[in-house]
């Protein structure tokens, strides 16, 4: 059994790191409430411009969307690039690991459709995971890390989604890749987020409802113009929207996981109070007896 003084230094180091834990899930509740407000201010204007890009290619035949825009064209694949956003930091629970897995999973499944894997990694834990992973012989030599960038903040998520967007459409112009896939956690409420992998390029042109006729709008200045504008748009506010979810899903996991790190440590200090008292109570009743039998001793 260990000594007194064991378990009361572990006591205390317990209850030090249970104020850590405590401060931790405090402040990513507040990071957590901007993240979520940020979220819900992006939202309406994210869909409301899906749902004027899905009007507009609605309307297009398979032909005419691929004249339109070349970004709205379709190619046998070769290359895909999946734009990979994590976290710089851990201590979020399964935030990260989970992320990992999913585009693991997702690059074994899918090996044949896509043969070839460019990663465009956000955070630096999904960089140091797939630095580790992506060596030959693996279930994962066809992808390789091409680009890495830091974890984005609400404040940057903008600029980040911008440079990712440009990079993405300019290398699927060029016919550098042929497909662009993005995976994220995306927030649902403060204990629940869900890994998304989403397709983002090409982008597939809308479908009318059903019974709705064929009728087009009229542009100005002309309708390449139009798309010219709204494609490259949409695929920048799809970035920045996951960039956002990615933000909000991780001070949700870490203030749920800081919570249960609080948790845990209360009940360790329970239980190491307890076994501090019993160790206590042992060598007092331990003393005690060795008094009595030297009185005993001394009587006879």
């Excluded at 009318?208 to 087009?216: I, P, V, W």
């Excluded at 390449?224 to 799809?238: A, F, Q, R």
Aim: proline share 3%.
């Amino acid at each position: 059994m260990p000594s007194l003084k064991a378990i009361r230094t572990r006591i205390a180091s317990v209850k030090n790191t249970q104020k850590i834990t405590k401060a931790m899930k405090l402040v990513a509740a507040a990071r957590l409430r901007r993240a979520q407000d940020s979220i819900v201010a992006a939202r309406p204007y994210a869909q409301r411009l899906t749902e004027v890009l899905g009007d507009v290619t609605a309307r297009l035949s398979l032909e005419a969307a691929e004249e339109a825009h070349p970004l709205l064209a379709k190619r046998q694949i070769k290359t895909a690039r999946i734009i990979i956003i994590s976290a710089d930091r851990g201590l979020a629970g399964g935030f990260n690991s989970n992320l990992a897995r999913t585009v693991e999973r997702f690059l074994v499944d899918q090996k044949e459709q896509y043969p070839s894997v460019e990663l465009a990694i956000v955070g630096r834990k999904a960089r140091e995971h797939f630095k580790r992973r992506l060596v030959p012989g693996s279930p994962y030599s066809h992808a390789k890390v091409v680009v890495e960038y830091t974890a984005a903040v609400s404040d940057t998520a903008v600029e980040r989604a911008r440079e990712l967007a440009k990079a993405a459409t300019d290398d699927y112009l060029d016919g550098k890749i042929d497909a662009v896939i993005v995976a994220y956690n995306e927030f649902k409420s403060a204990i629940s987020q869900v890994v998304r992998v989403e397709t983002i390029l090409p982008i597939e042109p809308a479908k009318l409802a059903e019974g709705a006729t064929r009728f087009d709008f009229e542009y100005e200045p002309s309708k390449g113009d139009v798309l010219s504008t709204l494609v490259p748009l949409y695929i920048e506010i799809t970035l920045y929207r996951a960039m956002l979810d990615s933000i909000a899903s991780f001070f949700g996991a870490q203030m749920s996981a800081m919570d249960n790190a609080t948790k845990n440590a209360k009940e360790m200090i329970g239980n190491l109070t307890l076994q501090f008292n019993r160790a206590r109570q042992a060598a007092i009743t331990k003393e005690l007896m060795e008094i009595v039998g030297g009185a005993e001793a001394l009587k006879g």
